[in-house]
Every structure is written in structure tokens, then in C-alpha cells.
């Protein structure tokens, strides 16, 4: 039954979202259609008795630039969800004109996610998605919260948020698994850039002992995160892990295959220059943002997130333009 409702629910989500659709009919849906009462019905599923709070709250920032239409694949993976454990879902839309917002922003809220819209989420000393899973932390009403990034993948949403939730509830603070990759150019450069990265992460996490999460794949308590970012401790994802670590605070990881989360490799362009390139820019990166016990970082003592956010920026809009 899973493989035909993961197919079944992954067509109605792509009637969910029609921006890139340049169609007389993306211009007309309605909440009201079965396809969409179907979804609508399914998050009515996930969330439970409403009087009472989730067990767990997932977040997703949605750059309305490039993920109105890529995160279909991961609103299937999420309502194929069938455990035991109240979810709700937060949606933080944000970088759009202020005169313009997205449509979906009120579709979305009509099938019943949580919506937080934001014109721009930028703030100074962060990168930008970290700003916006802030702003989604706040608007929870469960302790456990869960990130996933717009283009994330999941194949097996029980195994994953049960570990998840059950991680938190044992006295973790953190809990993250492993992430791959989908949509990789079949590129030797491509195919080692992937191994080194994978190399690297393993050498920090059972060689340096330093936690790698990464947005696209970690639960944390609601307090934690918030007490570290309102004290400017949480500029960019691959702080979390080594700030809740300096905090004491228990965290846990698995590699286990069912755990697995994968996020597109569609910017891994080739090219061996470019390659090492990237892993220059990555190790001066790392170093200058993760804290220790000896040197802490925090927004305003590195210029490098700003930066950070301005790439990011720049990689949705040569996304975007038309070819």
C-alpha cells in the first residue's frame, strides 16, 4: 500500500502549487476540489485532537522565489505519515514583493498548515533560512520541532519522525540522521565532490566529535533553540549541533538507512576547479562559523553570513531566470 499512496499523494500535491505553471488554469484552483479537500483532509489527520498541543511541530522555510513548486515532493512524503504522534506543519513563506505576495500563501492556509509570511526574513549576522526557521520555531505549539529544508526527501516519514520525536522525548536536546543526495550530474567531479563531503562529515562527527547537522534534516527542543538563537548563537545551520554540544546538552545521531533524508544536488554544477574551489570556501566557512569552548561566535563578529546569504541569493536567482 505505501508505494501507490506515496504516487497517489505525490499527483495531488502536484496540483497543490502551480507558480512555475504558466497555464490559464493555474490561475484558477480552488481549495474547495477533491484533489485538495484530500490533503486538507490528511493534515486534519496529522494534527489530531486540535484542543490539544502536537507531540511534534515540522518546519519548513518556502524562499517563494524557487520552492512554491519544489516542495510538493516533500508535502507527499510528510502526509504519508501514519504513526502514533500528533504533527503539526509550519510553512515560514518569505522573499517576495510586499505589494505581491504568493497565492498559496492563503491556499496553504485554507488546507490547514500553519503559515508564517514574511516578505523578507534576512536579518544581519544570519543566513537568511535560519532567520526564517526562527520565525516558524516561534509560531509552534509543540517543544519538539523538526527541520526540513523545501527540497528534502523522505523515504520512510514513519521511521524518521517516530526516531525523532522518541529521540527528544528520551533526553535528547538534538537529534539528527544522515543526508544524502538526488539529482547529482553524473559527473566524476560531481561523484568525488559527494565522497569528500561525506569523508569530511564523518572524520568531524567520530573523529573530532563535532556534531554535522544540517538544515535540511534535525529535531530540536523549541527552548534550546530559541535560548541559543536569542543570544545570537545561531547564524547558520551547522552551528547547531556544536552549540547545543557546548551547552551539555545530550544529542543524538543515526546513520541508520531508514533515517535517511535527501536533499538536491542540483547546484553541484561539475568541474574540477570548481570543485576545489568549494571545498576551499566550505573549510574557511567551517572554521570561521563553528564555535568552541574557546572562541565563541555569535552574528556580529563575522561579516561571513551575510555573505553567505547574498550566494544563496544569487543561486536562486540564476535559478529563476529564464534560459
Known sequence: ??????????????????????????????????????????????????????????????????????????????????????????????????????????????????????????????????????????????????????????????????????????????AYSHVGHYELRKLRSVRAKIAIHHTIRRFKRNILRIPTTRGSNYAVNKSVFLELYDAGKLSVDLQIGPAVKLTGCRIAYSGHPSLRVLTSGRRFRGGWIKMFGYFRYRLHFNLKATPTRKRDVTRTTWDGFDKESDNRDAHVLAETQPD
Not at 58 to 68: E, H, K, T
Request: a neutral charge; one cysteine or more; glycine letters at 4%.
Open 1 to 174: 500500500m505505501i508505494i501507490p499512496l506515496m504516487s497517489h499523494l505525490r499527483v495531488i500535491c502536484d496540483n497543490l502549487v502551480f507558480s512555475n505553471m504558466k497555464t490559464e488554469k493555474s490561475q484558477q484552483i480552488s481549495a474547495q476540489s477533491p484533489e485538495l479537500m484530500e490533503i486538507k483532509n490528511h493534515l486534519i489527520r496529522l494534527r489530531g485532537n486540535p484542543r490539544c498541543n502536537p507531540d511534534a511541530s515540522i518546519i519548513v522555510p518556502i524562499n517563494a522565489q524557487a520552492d512554491l513548486w519544489t516542495i510538493r515532493t516533500l508535502f507527499a512524503d510528510i502526509l504519508r505519515y501514519t504513526g502514533k504522534y500528533a504533527i503539526e506543519i509550519i510553512l515560514v513563506v518569505n522573499n517576495y514583493p510586499r505589494s505581491n505576495p504568493p497565492g498559496e500563501i492563503d491556499l496553504f492556509r485554507s488546507l490547514g498548515f500553519g503559515v508564517v509570511a514574511v516578505p523578507s526574513a534576512r536579518r544581519s549576522g544570519e543566513v537568511v533560512i535560519v532567520s526564517a526557521r526562527a520565525l516558524g520555531v516561534r509560531a509552534t505549539k509543540s517543544e519538539i520541532t523538526i527541520h526540513f529544508d523545501a527540497d528534502c526527501r523522505v523515504a520512510d516519514i514513519n521511521a524518521l519522525l517516530d526516531w525523532f520525536i522518541e529521540s527528544l522525548n528520551a533526553g535528547a536536546s538534538l
